[in-house]
């Protein structure tokens, strides 16, 4: 009888696997990398002149990019593969270098030229507002990221202020006259768009008001439908033969209906407080009153009224607060005149006046 010996199977897998040795330490296909290929670099300049680009490297086998920018800043910024980087720079060529690192070590480096341009500013707009001689400027532009430079026009070879976005200088003039104010917007590099705007500074506007002096600004506000304007004098003679005066309309806008003109400074009372004017008025019976009124708040006021006597020629009104007024403590600065307040005009000659020499005595 034969003796049948079974070995089990997996007995017999085991002993074969145990010829087999696994090594998982081995690095031998470290030696064998390359370093990165086909290094790239791409430039996206920013186009409103804040000089922000940003840098994106690209290149195969990469895990890592080390960027110098080229300018002053020396140290690199590491970016990791499909990333970017920003810079601001200043416009000028700058040499960007990128070191790519692969994942044996093994390095790669590419040197790309950065070109930044900045545009000319845009669409460049100088504010500029006079208080007698002082001068307030202010000036915008698209793309002026270098701020402005402003020259007032009074002065051989002047030396310009430097002013920023959304901020304003005030220059005072020696002087009344025509001035032309120039503007340089910058862009933060060599572009400039230049401006001019010609301004006008007048004297201080006092008391005789003759409308004779060119150099002092006799721009009267109207409200309520009121149009007053400064012409040449159409009746010259008889008590006025002045070259310019004042002339006035009411309208059929609205009953209180007037104009108002500021004085430099407030009124001095101290002397003198009657009112004299010259008036032209085309029917006699036509009430004129004239207000006195603190700038800047009408809560502080005076008037009295006056009736023209003659038609068709000139005649002096006399306007008198001494009644009303006994020192200046109320600052009263504006002058105002009001055609027959309280009744509808009709833009005729029967609610038109001439009138000149605003005089203060006593």
């Given at each position: 009888?034969?003796?049948?010996?079974?070995?089990?199977?997996?007995?017999?897998?085991?002993?074969?696997?145990?010829?087999?040795k696994?090594?998982?330490?081995?690095t031998?296909?470290?030696?064998?990398?390359?370093?990165?290929?086909?290094?790239?670099?791409?430039?996206?300049?920013?186009?409103?002149?804040?000089?922000?680009?940003?840098?994106?490297?690209?290149?195969?086998?990469?895990?890592a990019?080390?960027?110098?920018?080229?300018?002053?800043?020396?140290?690199?910024?590491?970016?990791?593969?499909?990333?970017?980087?920003?810079?601001?720079?200043k416009?000028?060529?700058?040499?960007?270098?990128?070191?790519?690192?692969?994942?044996?070590?093994?390095?790669?480096?590419?040197?790309?030229?950065?070109?930044?341009?900045?545009?000319?500013?845009?669409?460049?707009?100088?504010?500029?507002?006079?208080?007698?001689?002082?001068?307030?400027?202010?000036?915008?532009?698209l793309?002026?990221?270098?701020?402005?430079?402003?020259?007032?026009?009074?002065?051989?070879?002047?030396?310009?202020?430097?002013?920023?976005?959304?901020?304003?200088?005030?220059?005072?003039?020696?002087?009344a006259?025509?001035?032309?104010?120039?503007?340089e917007a910058?862009s933060?590099?060599?572009?400039?768009t230049?401006?001019?705007?010609?301004?006008?500074?007048?004297?201080?506007?006092?008391?005789?008001?003759?409308?004779?002096?060119?150099?002092?600004?006799?721009?009267?506000?109207?409200?309520?439908?009121?149009?007053?304007?400064?012409?040449?004098n159409?009746?010259?003679?008889?008590?006025?033969?002045?070259?310019t005066?004042?002339?006035?309309?009411?309208?059929?806008?609205?009953?209180?209906?007037?104009?108002?003109?500021?004085?430099?400074?407030?009124?001095?009372?101290?002397?003198?407080?009657?009112?004299?004017?010259k008036?032209?008025?085309?029917?006699?019976?036509?009430?004129?009153?004239?207000?006195?009124?603190?700038?800047?708040?009408?809560?502080?006021?005076?008037?009295?009224?006056?009736?023209?006597?003659?038609?068709?020629?000139?005649?002096?009104?006399?306007?008198?607060?001494?009644?009303?007024?006994?020192?200046?403590?109320?600052?009263?600065?504006?002058?105002?005149?009001?055609?027959?307040?309280?009744?509808?005009?009709?833009?005729?000659?029967?609610?038109?006046?001439?009138?000149?020499?605003?005089?203060?005595?006593?």
């Amino acid at each position: 009888m034969n003796k049948l010996t079974y070995i089990p199977l997996l007995l017999l897998f085991t002993i074969g696997s145990g010829c087999t040795k696994d090594n998982f330490d081995d690095t031998d296909f470290l030696n064998t990398g390359t370093a990165p290929t086909g290094e790239a670099v791409h430039f996206n300049i920013t186009d409103d002149n804040s000089g922000l680009v940003t840098i994106t490297p690209n290149s195969a086998g990469a895990t890592a990019y080390d960027i110098y920018f080229g300018d002053a800043t020396t140290e690199p910024v590491r970016v990791l593969p499909g990333q970017s980087t920003t810079h601001i720079y200043k416009e000028g060529t700058y040499p960007v270098k990128v070191i790519a690192s692969g994942i044996t070590g093994q390095k790669a480096e590419t040197t790309k030229q950065l070109a930044v341009t900045f545009r000319a500013p845009e669409s460049l707009t100088i504010t500029a507002n006079a208080n007698l001689h002082d001068l307030t400027v202010s000036a915008a532009a698209l793309y002026a990221t270098g701020g402005y430079k402003v020259y007032f026009g009074d002065a051989a070879n002047e030396v310009p202020v430097l002013i920023a976005e959304g901020a304003h200088v005030t220059h005072t003039y020696a002087k009344a006259g025509k001035y032309q104010v120039k503007v340089e917007a910058l862009s933060g590099g060599a572009a400039i768009t230049t401006a001019t705007k010609e301004v006008t500074i007048y004297n201080a506007l006092t008391l005789p008001m003759t409308f004779e002096q060119p150099d002092v600004s006799y721009a009267w506000g109207d409200f309520g439908g009121s149009l007053t304007t400064v012409i040449p004098n159409p009746y010259p003679g008889g008590i006025n033969s002045s070259a310019t005066v004042g002339k006035i309309i009411k309208t059929k806008d609205q009953t209180w209906a007037g104009n108002f003109i500021s004085m430099s400074s407030p009124i001095d009372f101290t002397g003198n407080k009657k009112f004299r004017v010259k008036v032209y008025s085309w029917r006699p019976g036509l009430r004129i009153l004239l207000q006195l009124e603190r700038s800047g708040d009408n809560t502080f006021m005076e008037n009295m009224e006056a009736v023209t006597t003659k038609a068709n020629t000139w005649e002096e009104l006399t306007f008198d607060f001494s009644g009303k007024i006994t020192d200046n403590s109320k600052k009263l600065q504006n002058i105002l005149f009001f055609l027959d307040n309280g009744t509808q005009g009709d833009g005729s000659q029967n609610y038109t006046v001439l009138f000149d020499d605003i005089v203060l005595t006593n």
